[in-house]
């Protein structure tokens, strides 16, 4: 199996060069000067040439793209035009609020769309079963920027219960360990933060959840449908198992199998996701910086983003490749 | 608990059958009714909306909606233009966005997915490499970077979203094809000296429909929320023409003091969205119940 994903792991290599190549172009390609777009319209030519000199856009594209596989290579993405830092550092302050929320956000997903979607295929076509399928065809058609305005409305507008923008209240956090705010304000026993970071997180993380929370819900029942036509299943009803015993011990740990696919193969769209989402919040995460850096032009760090999501993107599904052979055994690379 | 009878053994096929159609009309019924309603709005719009969408009115600024028989049913933005109007207008942009891209990358989908599937060998492996590539993207991302590239457009755009949108069709099709190549008439039609040309087109292509068609809704579906969602952050069509992405977009810095300038073009998105799922669901249900297991379909 380790043999498997070395080689996975060396077939991703050259698809991840194909895609910088991509990018870089594309970014380096698209209207708009970034020198202009950051020193202002009025700067004098002298000034721009010297910027154009020292972040090296005087040089031919190819040499640029050259120099940036160079510092690819020893670990950077060269550094950012608009915050004048390495582009991994900036990323590196911006990507805990990214993964804060998206693991908020499959929290939320998971433990409303499982037990909904198990309940749901259990008892097909009752009035639970009619409740969830509509909730999960609910939940795949929501736009989630659309439903990320309309909580802003309604529960900090009208009912004024919870904070519109941002991570947390300002003063309230204590100081920064690893980035994760309710990581750090629970290892500092700040409990006043934990609240208060979490009445932030809980708006952007429903919208940002929703979509995943329609799908998941629907696989699941279509899950538990399936095995519970199976023969094991009649054997555990026949020696007299309770019924909510058969559903949750015997269907359910069956048909969660393909469910783990699919929390994996929407992580990606998580991510894109909360692209948006983050704007919507002004949620400083990598998702917004990545609207930032592209307005502004800033090929290094536009370029640094995109890998990073990639390359992320592409960790995932071999991460849930392996986990796939690991919970279900007939599986083996 | 539920007791295990002989009747109910018996009873399941037909029962499951009966069950499963009137849901399936039910579904069938409002998807089609909302996605044959929005297609009509879309086409004969511009002929019944109440005002110009694009004629500012600066004496009525986001003036609420008040009720039939008012001047402005759904009410006014911050320019004083008419909602209704606009949303009217945007739901043309959405139906041109969503069919050309089912289209066009419908096509693209199917025709290499054939060719890959039926040739094999150095061709596939050059397709397959191009799927892994693009598919490595998370979706939207490639969206967003390509229309930096190009800049804000309708046909952009339109090229921006088929950019990814071909590789479920050609990811399924290439499977079916896969099996549909050893099949007998295949190799009748090959025995009898038809080309290869002529196989794909008249004996492949056509078992493909079906399927292709369950692909189809799910990504009209998809490609009207990424359309929106460009559109909201700027990348998507130019701010001159109204469409429902570029309503919320201009809507944002309003929630607070006007609730219907982002409920009304973000409802027309649900809506939408939610009857092409239902329709798409049933003529999964219908053709295909294989794709069930993917969940959303794609």
């Known amino acids: 199996m380790t043999g498997y994903f070395v080689q996975r792991l060396a077939g991703t290599l050259p698809v991840l060069l194909l895609i910088s190549l991509l990018v870089f172009f594309l970014i380096h390609a698209a209207p708009g000067d970034p020198t202009l777009l950051l020193l202002g319209e009025e700067t004098n030519a002298a000034d721009v040439a010297r910027a154009k000199e020292r972040w090296g856009l005087d040089q031919p594209l190819h040499i640029q793209y050259l120099k940036f596989l160079q510092s690819v290579a020893s670990g950077d993405f060269g550094k950012s035009f608009k915050y004048a830092e390495p582009v991994t550092r900036v990323i590196k302050t911006r990507l805990p609020a990214t993964i804060e929320l998206a693991i908020f956000a499959i929290i939320i997903a998971t433990l409303l769309a499982i ?5 749901a295929g259990a008892r097909p076509n009752s009035w639970i079963d009619n409740l969830g399928t509509t909730f999960g065809l609910f939940g795949i058609s929501m736009p989630s920027f659309w439903l990320a305005i309309m909580l802003i409305l309604l529960l900090a507008g009208v009912l004024n219960v919870l904070p519109t923008s941002g991570r947390s209240t300002y003063g309230i956090a204590g100081p920064e360990q690893t980035g994760f705010y309710i990581l750090d304000s629970i290892l500092q026993k700040n409990w006043a933060a934990v609240g208060d970071a979490m009445t932030h997180i809980l708006m952007p993380a429903l919208a940002l959840g929703v979509n995943m929370l329609g799908i998941l819900m629907r696989v699941t029942r279509s899950s538990i449908l399936e095995v519970m036509n199976e023969d094991y299943v009649r054997t555990a009803r026949a ?9 949750w011990r015997h269907v359910s740990s069956n048909a969660l199998i393909p469910v783990i696919t699919v929390v994996g193969l ?15 919040f002004a949620w400083p995460g990598s998702g917004s910086l990545l609207i930032t850096a592209l307005n502004a032009r800033d090929y290094p760090l536009v370029t640094g983003l995109v890998m990073t999501y990639t390359m992320a993107f592409v960790a995932i599904n071999l991460i849930i490749d392996g986990l796939y052979a690991l919970v279900d055994p007939r599986i083996r690379y | 608990m539920r007791s295990l009878t002989l009747e109910s053994a018996i009873e399941k096929p037909a029962g499951k059958l009966g069950r499963l159609l009137p849901r399936l009309h039910v579904k069938a019924f409002t998807g089609g009714i909302i996605v044959l309603a929005f297609i009509m709005i879309g086409i004969l719009g511009p002929w019944f909306a109440p005002h110009d969408p694009n004629k ?50 419908g096509f693209i989908g199917i025709t290499l997915g054939a060719i890959s599937g039926y040739f094999g060998g150095k061709v596939d492996f050059l397709i397959q490499k191009l799927v892994e590539v693009v598919w490595a993207f998370p979706p939207l991302l490639l969206g967003i970077t390509i229309m930096a590239f190009l800049g804000q457009g309708l046909f952009n755009l339109i090229l921006a979203l088929v950019a ?24 009748a039609a090959q025995c009898l000296g038809a080309g290869n040309r002529q196989i794909i087109t008249r004996h492949i292509i056509p078992n493909l429909i079906q399927t292709s068609l369950v692909v189809g809704t799910f990504a009209m579906a998809s490609s009207i929320i990424a359309e929106a969602s460009l559109s909201f ?29 982002p409920l009304f073009p973000g409802l027309c998105i649900f809506v939408t969205v939610l009857g092409i799922n239902l329709l798409g669901d049933a003529l999964r249900d219908l053709l295909d119940p294989r794709l069930k297991r993917t969940g959303s379909g794609i």
């Open chain 1, 115 to 119: 037990p909904l979607g198990v309940w």
């Open chain 1, 239 to 247: 020696k007299g198992l309770q019924e909510n015993k058969v559903v």
């Open chain 1, 266 to 280: 929407e992580l990606g769209t998580l991510l894109s996701g909360s692209i948006i989402v983050e704007t919507v």
């Open chain 2, 56 to 105: 500012q009115e600066l004496t009525a600024m986001l003036k609420a909606p008040q009720g039939v028989g008012s001047a402005h049913l759904l009410g006014t933005d911050n320019l004083g233009r008419d909602i209704l109007s606009r949303v009217i207008h945007g739901s043309r942009v959405s139906l041109l966005v969503a069919f050309a891209v089912v289209f066009v990358s």
């Open chain 2, 164 to 187: 990814q949108r071909w590789i479920p069709y050609c990811r399924i099709v290439r499977g079916q094809t896969l099996s549909l190549r050893t099949r007998d008439f295949v190799t």
């Open chain 2, 233 to 261: 952050l700027g990348v998507g069509v130019p701010p001159e023409i109204p469409t429902w992405g570029t309503m919320l977009a201009d809507a944002r810095i309003y929630i607070s003091t006007a609730w219907w300038l």
